[in-house]
């Protein structure tokens, strides 16, 4: 089989390590045909903590989705992840009076004058999403090259990360015996498969809120203009059940995943749950009452911290499509509908489905949003066809596939 016939995306995430192997159909729809999921025993809050640990769980993960799939995996893009992901906003001007048109080879020379920031030491820069081009007085511009002026500015989202993280990652992934095609922040990927194009023109901020992390991700014009990750996530949750209800840490995620919810269940039959009591090795009875009023104050209180921080980054008044919300939190019941009424705006679960063929009923849930979005950014990047050309996030990444 030939390399370009399949593409892998690999999710290393602070509660499970996934392994997708997707191949394009004869519509250009994306298959998946092999995964493999293990639960992640050397990932806190985003980052490696125990490089064999996680390296034999990405093995693992990648030897099954492997065995699925009948095939060898060779590379596959990867997500990183945690709180050392940092962003910022900056320009480029070059001077382009004289020239007949304006040229590719300028376009490089502005991303160039753009991505040349003071970083600390530790930092390297992870990408450099192009925003806008501005020629002259005109903004908006979404490609300048062919077009005459005498200025073009540009506006650049960069992402930068502590290189002993990236360095950790790429080890782990090598060790598991795969090569790295690209590295790609989760929110980007989770972007690719959670979000529409309506909605990334019109202003939409993505939360990925995962076990240990909080990615957010803010969408206007089709471009990405401000991103940051929180060391929170549902292991907040599952606390609070441990300690609220006295269970183990294990039985809590359990009671979290069996019936958590923040709304009052309409079915008069899931208003009492059976738990596990410590000790006694019995269950017993409570009403789910007690549940809610456990995970309701720290839903409100981690979707709050999200809208200051959103706010802090100026973009909350340009959030005219609301909230998406992704990640395996997502699947709190009502969840979204605390969304609503924090933020104020609509809200909705982001989960992977269109465009996916295959072992669809295995991924069609939020928590396997940025494993599908490595595996349609590796088809549109490397898959030939159609995708690579136009106005989409990825053919505006034009650095981004450079490093590697
Ligand atoms: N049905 C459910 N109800 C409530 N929470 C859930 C449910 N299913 C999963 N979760 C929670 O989602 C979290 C895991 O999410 P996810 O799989 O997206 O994390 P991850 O990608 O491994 O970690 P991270 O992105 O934080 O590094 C856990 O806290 C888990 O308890
Ligand atoms: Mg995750």
């Excluded at 999710?11 to 996934?18: A, F, M, N, T």
């Excluded at 009052?264 to 269950?283: F, L």
């Excluded at 509908?337 to 104020?344: D, Q």
Aim: proline share 3%; with cysteine; net charge negative.
């Amino acid at each position: 089989m030939g390399k370009r016939d399949h593409f892998v995306g690999i999710d290393v995430g602070s509660k499970k390590v996934v392994c997708l192997i997707g191949r394009k159909g004869e519509l250009e729809e994306l298959n998946i045909i092999g995964i493999g999921v293990r639960e992640s025993r050397g990932v806190k809050n985003g980052v490696i903590i125990d490089l064999d640990a996680t390296a034999g769980d990405i093995e693992e993960a990648v030897k099954e989705a492997e065995t699925m799939a009948y095939l060898d995996v060779e590379e596959a893009l990867v997500s990183i992840s945690g709180a050392h992901l940092q962003s910022l906003n900056s320009l480029g001007t070059i001077n382009v009076m004289g020239k007949e048109k304006i040229t590719s080879e300028d376009v490089d020379r502005l991303l160039v004058q753009a991505r040349s920031i003071a970083i600390p030491n530790d930092r390297e820069i992870l990408y450099v999403l192009p925003q806008e081009y501005t020629l002259d007085s005109q903004s908006g511009i979404v490609n300048p090259v062919g077009m005459t002026g005498t200025k073009l500015d540009i506006k650049v989202h960069i992402i930068t990360a502590l290189s002993a993280a990236v360095h950790n990652l790429t080890t782990c992934i090598n060790k598991a015996g795969v090569g790295i095609k690209a590295i790609i922040p989760s929110y980007i990927a989770a972007a690719e498969t959670t979000l529409n194009a309506d909605e990334k023109e019109l202003g939409v901020a993505l939360l990925d809120v995962g076990e240990g992390t909080s990615d957010i991700a803010f969408f206007e014009k089709g471009s990405l203009w401000s991103s940051f990750v929180m060391a929170i996530g549902g292991n907040y949750f599952t606390r609070d059940i441990a300690i609220g209800l006295r269970t183990s840490i294990a039985d809590a995620e359990k009671i979290k995943r069996r019936y958590g919810t923040l709304i009052m269940p309409g079915n008069r039959d899931e208003t009492a749950i059976k738990i596990p009591s410590v000790g006694s090795g019995k269950e017993k009875t409570i009403p789910i009452d007690i549940l809610i009023d456990i995970l309701s104050p720290r839903a409100e209180e981690l979707l709050g911290i999200f809208k200051q921080q959103i706010g802090n980054s100026g973009s909350l008044k340009y959030m005219n499509a609301g909230v998406v919300i992704t990640g395996g939190c997502a699947n709190l019941k009502g969840l979204d509908e605390k969304a609503e009424n924090v933020f104020g705006l609509p809200s909705r679960v982001g989960c992977p489905g269109a465009g996916i063929e295959g072992l669809l009923d295995r991924v069609r849930y939020p928590e396997f949003s940025v494993a599908v979005g490595l595996l349609f950014l590796a088809a549109r990047q490397f898959g030939g066809g159609q995708g690579t050309e136009g106005k989409g996030l990825l053919s505006k990444m034009r650095s981004l596939f450079e490093r590697f």
